[in-house]
């Protein structure tokens, strides 16, 4: 039997995948997600929430609804959550275990 492969056969290769990020895509805050799915795919639609004006108390009053502006809609396969949710794990364990920059003011940074 040969060592040799078939050139017609498929080959395994690994690739590590990295953002083609060239600066023209703006950021985008947001500090609430709403999360819903169907049987294939996850939707995470972020949106920015704000102080309530009396005007938004008075209309959420029946409801105790409030809107938020929707700033991002994101669809990620099911098969992608895993990873997803493994690596904020993995990021959020890094983060509590650093420490601020020296001479970083204290308080929220947005």
Same mark, same amino acid.
């Given at each position: 039997?040969?060592?040799?492969?078939? !050139?017609?056969?498929?080959?395994?290769?690994?690739?590590?995948?990295?953002?083609?990020?060239?600066?023209?895509?703006?950021?985008?805050?947001?500090?609430?997600?709403?999360?819903?799915?169907?049987?294939?795919?996850?939707?995470?639609?972020?949106?920015?929430?704000? +102080? +309530?004006?009396?005007?938004?108390?008075?209309?959420?009053?029946?409801?105790?609804?409030?809107?938020? +502006?929707?700033?991002?809609?994101?669809?990620?396969?099911?098969?992608?959550? +895993?990873?997803?949710?493994?690596?904020?794990?993995?990021?959020?364990?890094?983060?509590?275990?650093?420490?601020? !920059?020296?001479?970083?003011?204290?308080? !929220?940074?947005?």
């Amino acid at each position: 039997m040969s060592d040799q492969q078939d !050139p017609e056969a498929p080959r395994n290769v690994n690739f590590t995948i990295v953002p083609d990020d060239t600066g023209d895509q703006s950021r985008t805050y947001a500090n609430f997600c709403a999360i819903s799915h169907t049987p294939f795919d996850f939707t995470l639609t972020f949106c920015e929430v704000l +102080p +309530p004006t009396e005007q938004e108390l008075r209309a959420a009053g029946g409801t105790h609804t409030l809107k938020a +502006p929707v700033r991002a809609r994101i669809v990620v396969p099911v098969q992608f959550v +895993p990873n997803l949710i493994a690596a904020l794990t993995e990021h959020m364990r890094v983060y509590s275990e650093s420490s601020p !920059p020296p001479n970083w003011p204290r308080g !929220p940074v947005h």
